[in-house]
């Protein structure tokens, strides 16, 4: 049998992963090493799904 996670607990935890994951692109752009407007659209989607996730933590949505 599975253990029994809470919703907010796996969503902490992909909300962690999405900040490391913005961290990163945000630090390789940065450094010159990202210049495409494809990386950059990718951040947006990571910083929408940052907002939704923690919008639902708050009790927005």
Known sequence: ???DIEVE?????????????IGLRVLDAFFGLLGS???LVTNFFGLIIVAL??????DYI
Not at 53 to 58: A, M, S, T
């Open 1 to 3: 049998m599975r253990a």
């Open 53 to 58: 996730i923690v919008l639902w933590l708050l």
């Open 9 to 21: 607990s796996l969503l902490k935890i992909i909300l962690v992963l999405v900040v490391v994951w």
């Open 37 to 39: 407007l494809f990386g």
